[in-house]
Antibody, heavy 123, light 106 residues
């Protein structure tokens, strides 16, 4: 059974870079059938897609975050990572990683998800 | 930017049918997906490709889509179905979630 686990600092200072890693177990990140994505959820609010990556390194980013986001993949470790630069309090959220199924006509979807990790931006 | 619109809340009594709607301009061309998120937990996929149910999801969960509106139906809602529900779809600029609907069953 595929499992995903987020890891990284729970506290980041304003203007610094948030860095998280998602470790995939029970399956290969190098599968041609999937992307791997990051989604976040501010406390008490809804879900926001951040970006996704293919095992080859191809990436898709949310246009609203694109200037600050970098997603990378390490197939040797079965991991993918998120970096979000110049963070502010508005970036405080639970960050989830998830497998993204590739379907026809771009009808991709996320399943399963990691348990999520809370990242707080504060000095 | 593309948006999916959901009602903020829906309330039903146990055993009643709950319907949660999601509207979006691209839905005639793109599938809708539905996620259930219970308090403190990660989202779980309950409907994919408009109307398909993943294994392990109770039969009382069903989905449909017509024109610019997708609907999640919970027939005979149970107390354990109380959760936030998010619709999801894609468009040319990326992946989009609806704002979420809080389902209360009491």
């Amino acid at each position: 059974q595929l499992q995903l686990q987020e890891s990284g600092p729970g506290l980041v200072k304003p203007s610094e870079t948030l860095s998280l890693t998602c470790t995939v177990s029970g399956g290969s990140i190098s599968s041609s059938s999937y992307y791997w994505g990051w989604i976040r959820q501010p406390p008490g609010k809804g879900l926001e897609w951040i970006g996704s990556i293919y095992y080859s390194g191809s990436t898709y980013y949310n246009p609203s975050l694109k200037s600050r986001v970098t997603i990378s993949v390490d197939t040797s470790k079965n991991q993918f990572s998120l970096k979000l630069s110049s963070v502010t309090a508005a970036d405080t959220a639970v960050y989830y990683c998830a497998r993204e199924g590739i379907a026809v006509a771009g009808n991709n979807w996320f399943d399963p998800w990691g348990q999520g990790t809370l990242v707080t931006v504060s000095s | 930017s593309y948006e999916l619109t959901q009602p903020p809340s829906v309330s039903v009594s146990p055993g009643q049918t709950a319907r949660i709607t999601c509207s979006g301009d691209a839905l005639p061309k793109k599938y809708a997906y539905w996620y259930q998120q219970k308090s403190g937990q990660a989202p779980v996929l309950v409907i994919y490709e408009d109307s398909k149910r993943p294994s392990g999801i109770p039969e009382r969960f069903s989905g449909s889509s017509s024109g610019t509106m997708a609907t999640l139906t919970i027939s005979g809602a149970q107390v354990e179905d109380e959760a936030d529900y998010y619709c999801y779809s894609t468009d040319s600029s990326g992946r989009v979630f609806g704002g979420g609907t809080k389902l209360t069953v009491l």
